[in-house]
């Protein structure tokens, strides 16, 4: 993920990008995680007071927001700040993010000297409190290197049949965060064996910085370098220090690449006990390799979505979640069976047309962008065990999906009903064969599961927030055959909001760059048209 400061308006926003960076403006990054992109966000707004909103409700605030009552905003949409100084205040937030974080600092104490001079304390308060937030940053960046601009620095370590590589990343001399991969890998294969194959697909989708710094050298080295500047279009330096700071890199690299393994070793322990318990509570001839848990969020049957989640040997595998958006016009609002039985239905349709009948721990095929936590190879795509978040009426619609679709005896399926008055650890559990049953207040399996539902809860209804925000903010332009997101965009820039050009005339329509006359009148009567 990026930072991207806008080009394309009058006042720029900055904001959390990923993918391809069409829009104009300003891309700094990458960083590790959304996570570090977004308190690095939340720092700078505070700082260089930089609006964050869409330009639609830019366009039709009538007064300044929260944001700006709260001093994170300057609040160019209701001109309480000039262009010429917002323009100064996106400028500070340039330098600050292409590394002259020092000149910008220098610049802001001085201004607070001058209004602290001038007697202007509640204006020499801010100029602090900007210098704070700065401070907040670079105290959170850790390590910021003199010698090194530009490099990713990758650093692995092996240990009990498991690897981690770790990645810091510096971009303008600063550290954008961190991160932990745990590749799957053939214990009897070498450092250097599985640092190479790991290099030869982390820059498939990513840009590739100048310096690649490495705690153990690679095959090939040479030649990967060459064909990532290749790819690059400039030169690309892979290197082993041995000395100085960029040495100092790589140790700090492989000493957190110990720690996060060695947290790691530690979970899986933890889960293998949980899973062989889990199996022990409800039947199971053995542990369970993969668990799915299953969900429906909506309100009064609207932007209804299902969703699954993923569980294993390693905790939860999030690069499998899936949500399903409920499509079916038959399912009466709020009908939380028909729901359930529609991706019931979806989800194993699916799994029996691309992987067929295959026992449990067959491979499901990977991608690269999933390193962080790699599957490829040895997570089986069927699942030994479903959950469904509820009681015995959820479990006869799945039982008739499963039985329909021939595979009853292929999955355990199990039901949790909430306890008496919904309280936690009163759950009730349905499974084929044997009577509803209860586990005690402090067994560790119910806390599993109820970890697990928590997990679909959370993925449920985050899905349903998205799609539902998704809905809010369609555009009656969106309704009109003819009008893509080019003229749409323009229609938007001149007039402001979709009921202003719902009331423009033709001649006004018309003046609108890429808007014909044909288009023009398409428009006109698509409001006009009774």
């Not at 930089?50 to 330009?55: A, H």
């Not at 001109?79 to 020092?102: M, N, P, T, W």
């Not at 981690?164 to 303008?172: A, E, G, L, N, P």
Request: aromatic content about 8%; some cysteine.
């Amino acid at each position: 993920p990026y930072i991207l400061l806008t080009g394309d308006h009058v006042s720029p926003g900055i904001y959390k990008h990923r993918g391809a960076r069409s829009r104009k403006g300003d891309y700094f990054g990458p960083f590790a995680s959304a996570g570090a992109v977004g308190r690095t966000i939340n720092s700078l707004q505070r700082a260089f007071l930089l609006r964050s909103c869409t330009n639609s409700f830019y366009e039709n605030r009538t007064r300044p927001c929260l944001l700006y009552q709260i001093k994170r905003c300057a609040g160019p949409c209701t001109g309480e700040v000039s262009h010429q100084d917002y323009a100064e205040l996106v400028g500070e937030a340039k330098d600050f993010l292409s590394g002259r974080s020092q000149k910008v600092k220098t610049e802001i104490s001085a201004a607070m000297q001058q209004a602290s001079e001038a007697l202007d304390f509640e204006r020499a308060a801010i100029y602090r409190d900007r210098l704070a937030a700065l401070s907040h940053v670079q105290s959170h960046q850790g390590i910021n290197p003199a010698t090194v601009d530009e490099a990713d620095v990758f650093a692995i370590h092996q240990e009990g049949g498991q690897v981690c590589i770790q990645v810091f990343f510096f971009r303008t001399g600063q550290n954008w965060g961190n991160r932990a991969y745990f590749p799957k890998a053939d214990p009897a294969l070498e450092a250097a064996e599985v640092l190479g194959s790991f290099l030869a697909q982390f820059y498939d989708d990513k840009p590739t910085p100048r310096n690649i710094l490495l705690s153990h050298g690679v095959e090939d080295q040479e030649l990967l370098a060459e064909a990532l500047s290749t790819r690059a279009g400039r030169k690309v330096v892979i290197s082993v220090p041995q000395r100085g700071e960029k040495k100092d890199l790589t140790d700090n690299a492989l000493q957190n690449a110990r720690e996060a393994l060695g947290r790691r070793l530690a979970e899986t322990s933890t889960q293998g006990r949980l899973l062989a318990a889990f199996a022990e509570t409800f039947g199971l001839a053995k542990p369970p390799v993969r668990i799915e848990v299953y969900d429906n969020s909506h309100i009064m049957g609207t932007n209804a979505v299902g969703a699954m989640v993923v569980a294993g040997p390693e905790g939860f595998v999030k690069n499998q979640y899936r949500k399903f958006n409920i499509r079916s016009t038959e399912i009466t609002p709020g009908d939380d069976f028909g729901m359930m039985r529609e991706v019931m239905e979806r989800r194993f349709s699916r799994l029996l047309k691309e992987h067929g009948d295959v026992p449990a721990g067959d491979a499901v095929d990977g991608s690269a962008d999933d390193m962080e936590d790699d599957i490829s190879g040895s997570f089986p795509a069927w699942p030994d065990v479903i959950l469904i978040d509820g009681g015995q009426g959820q479990m006869t619609a799945v039982r008739k999906i499963l039985s329909d679709l021939g595979i009853e005896d292929r999955v355990v399926a199990i039901g949790i009903a909430k306890g008496q008055d919904r309280d936690a650890g009163r759950e009730r559990f349905f499974v084929k064969g044997r009577d509803s049953f209860s586990l005690p207040v402090r067994d560790p399996v119910l806390y599993f599961v109820q970890r697990l539902r928590d997990e679909v809860h959370r993925f449920a209804i985050g899905s349903h927030r998205a799609r539902r925000k998704k809905e809010m903010v369609k555009s009656p332009l969106d309704e009109i055959s003819g009008i893509g997101p080019g003229r749409k965009r323009a229609l938007l820039l001149a007039f402001g909001t979709a009921k202003a050009v719902s009331r423009a005339a033709i001649e006004d329509l018309r003046k609108v760059d890429g808007i014909s006359e044909q288009v023009a009148k398409l428009v006109y009567n698509h409001f006009h048209e009774s």
